[in-house]
């Protein structure tokens, strides 16, 4: 409004100082991801893209050329609405020459759009009021189409009343109308008619876009939630539409006809899977999470090979939700750009992660209370606004250095931006000799930048410019002001890393509140100097007790990185065979949120060999394709 001014960022900090002692919270509990085990009959490639946000469309900006494209799904859709959009638009009277026109103001990032087609749930844990959640912490807009109202709590279904199938297409056509809906997910769809109706538009007006069928015939409570004629449409018309089905065991009994009960292992699930792939869905997803056992195995099947996303068990009753949150979860990422391989283990790793959320809440008096997706519904990448923390984030770590930015003539601004378009998934600028205000110019361009490509960003031990120009976080040393301080000043959602050379400092970061932890020197370094380093065997000894992610720093280039993963992958398997003869676990103290098959580790942190060299595109190209090479199939933790 005209009239007002906002507040600088300086007088934000010292607001936010101000309120720091209303922040002080617990220490954090132990972070819960999913740990990916894969058995392969034959040996199966499961590693995936980094676990990134969603990258906005591009920008107009004179200043600079990079730009993170929009993912695929999306083009096609905002191509259709801006050429509609250019057509009906009038052209204003009097309207000046594109020559001698002021610059436009830049069009606004598209937010990727998924439409879910499901039932109401009154209690807010399942259905529509699920997806909309899930799709939120995945930085996606969600339309809806009601098919049903339904009165349920966590006590069970007391009644449901089915919305005419005229008034489902009525949604769906005002939706697809509108806007650019780029993947689309199926719930509860209660009677043929309603079935019929979406598989009509299917085929029709929302024909090519990809399609999530999450076969809601029974509730987790056991209430039956579709007619039997609306199962034989859903297994003839609506499954060949669906780029991938995500069944539980009791609804991949129903799709096959079997007796309840019959899917009681592994093995089954792969022969179930297989049966609802020939029905015609291009892939299936059977959910293990009813199977007894320590950990919830669902099984993936993409009409070639079979692959098990495994999870720890957790000790909740509150999975109310759980099947809505896994589909719309994988419909977020589909229009991210993922595959659909890839968006299945972006979405185990959020479901996994929720669950554990979900173990201390308590909502209503009834036996199956409601995922907490409260944690991570806080804009997973979506622009202008703080990146929620996951471990895949780590995945290939930039770090920037002003002596380097100065010899090759470089801004702040420009050296991530480069190293963002070359393929890094987290960024911390690293300035010791700058003033304060010039080291908060700086840092704000480079966070406008990151924001922008949806990269996370965090500045090195300067509590006071991380909160002056809204950074994602902070990574703080061994000497700086401690995790559990900082955590007090920057309140619960902002990132924290600690540098650590031992177990014990590990140890420490994670009681005090971090999120990940850099372990190193690996290899001699002179951007550090004095940098005492403990090599691949003693970063492979905090690995394989961390409880926070790792980021392996020091020395790492594209020579080495085969070096680290593997040494550490090497040490973990040793570890894992001497807890077997023993009896033992081999995870020592490692925390719930689970681990790979390199322990802790979850990516390398680079300096030199991105920022000091002529092209930096290119060689954090190089560095992504050495990472890839050094995995071999291995999952570094998500």
């Not at 009791?250 to 899917?263: F, M, Q, R």
Request: proline fraction near 6%.
């Amino acid at each position: 409004m005209a009239g007002l001014i906002s507040p600088s960022p300086l007088l934000l900090a010292s607001r936010r100082a101000a309120f720091a002692p209303l922040l002080r919270r617990p220490v954090y509990e132990a972070r819960t991801e999913a740990i990916f085990t894969v058995r392969r009959g034959r040996r199966q490639d499961l590693s995936i893209s980094p676990s990134i946000p969603p990258s906005p469309s591009p920008v107009a900006n004179s200043s600079h050329r990079l730009s993170s494209p929009v993912p695929a799904p999306l083009r096609a859709v905002y191509a259709r609405a801006s050429s509609a959009s250019a057509a009906s638009a009038p052209s204003p009277a009097g309207a000046r020459s594109a020559a001698s026109a002021t610059p436009a103001t830049p069009i606004p990032a598209p937010v990727p759009v998924v439409l879910t087609i499901a039932g109401s749930d009154s209690g807010g844990g399942a259905g529509i009021q699920a997806d909309i959640k899930a799709s939120a912490a995945h930085g996606t807009w969600c339309a809806t189409a009601i098919t049903a109202v339904t009165a349920q709590n966590t006590r069970g279904v007391q009644s449901v009343h089915g919305v005419d199938a005229d008034v489902v297409v009525a949604q769906l056509r005002s939706v697809l109308s509108d806007l650019p809906v780029a993947a689309i997910k199926t719930g509860m769809l209660p009677n043929a008619e309603v079935v019929a109706a979406v598989c009509d538009v299917m085929e029709g007006e929302a024909k090519g876009v990809p399609l999530v069928v999450d076969p809601v015939l029974v509730a987790s409570s056991g209430d039956s939630l579709a007619d039997n004629q609306a199962l034989q449409l859903i297994r003839s018309r609506l499954l060949p539409l669906a780029a991938v089905v995500t069944p539980n065991l009791k609804e991949a009994e129903a799709l096959l006809l079997l007796a309840p009960g019959s899917i009681r292992t592994i093995e089954d699930m792969q022969r179930a899977a297989k049966g609802i792939h020939a029905l015609g869905a291009r892939s299936v997803l059977v959910k293990g999470g009813h199977l007894e056992g320590d950990a919830a195995t669902d099984v993936f099947y993409d009409g070639a090979a079979f692959h098990e996303l495994s999870s720890p068990r957790l000790a909740t009753t509150n999975t109310h939700g759980t099947g809505c949150s896994m589909a719309a979860s994988i419909a977020a990422e589909l229009v991210q750009g993922r595959g659909v391989k890839e968006a299945v283990v972006e979405a185990k790793a959020y479901l996994s992660h929720i669950l554990a959320k979900s173990v201390p809440i308590t909502m209503g008096s009834g036996p199956q209370g409601p995922l907490n997706h409260l944690p991570l519904s806080c804009h997973f990448g979506l622009p202008n606004a703080r990146a929620a923390f996951r471990p895949g984030m780590l995945r290939l770590y930039a770090v920037t250095d002003s002596r380097m930015n100065k010899t090759w003539g470089r801004s702040v601004g420009d050296a991530i931006r480069e190293a963002i378009a070359g393929g890094a998934t987290f960024l911390q600028i690293r300035e010791k000799d700058i003033e304060t205000g010039d080291f908060v110019q700086q840092a704000a361009e480079a966070v406008a930048v990151a924001r922008a490509h949806g990269i996370p960003l965090v500045i090195n031990d300067r509590v006071d410019v991380a909160l002056a120009v809204d950074a994602d976080g902070i990574h703080v040393g061994q000497s700086d002001m401690d995790a559990a301080t900082v955590r007090q000043i920057l309140g619960p959602t902002r990132i924290i890393g600690v540098s650590c050379k031992s177990p014990a400092h590990a140890e420490k970061a994670w009681r005090d509140g971090a999120d990940y932890i850099g372990v190193g020197g690996v290899f001699p370094t002179k951007t550090k100097e004095n940098n005492r380093t403990i090599g691949v065997a003693g970063l492979a000894d905090v690995c394989l007790v961390s409880k926070l992610p790792v980021v392996a720093i020091g020395g790492i280039s594209g020579g080495n990185i085969a070096d680290v993963v593997e040494g550490v992958a090497e040490a973990a398997s040793k570890a894992a065979q001497a807890g077997e003869s023993s009896g033992e676990s081999s995870g020592g103290s490692g925390g719930v949120w689970g681990k790979s098959a390199c322990g802790a580790l979850g990516g390398v942190a680079v300096v030199s060999a991105i920022f000091n060299q002529a092209d930096i595109v290119v060689a954090t190209k190089g560095l992504v394709q050495a990472l890839d090479a050094a995995e071999d199939g291995t999952l570094l933790c998500k």
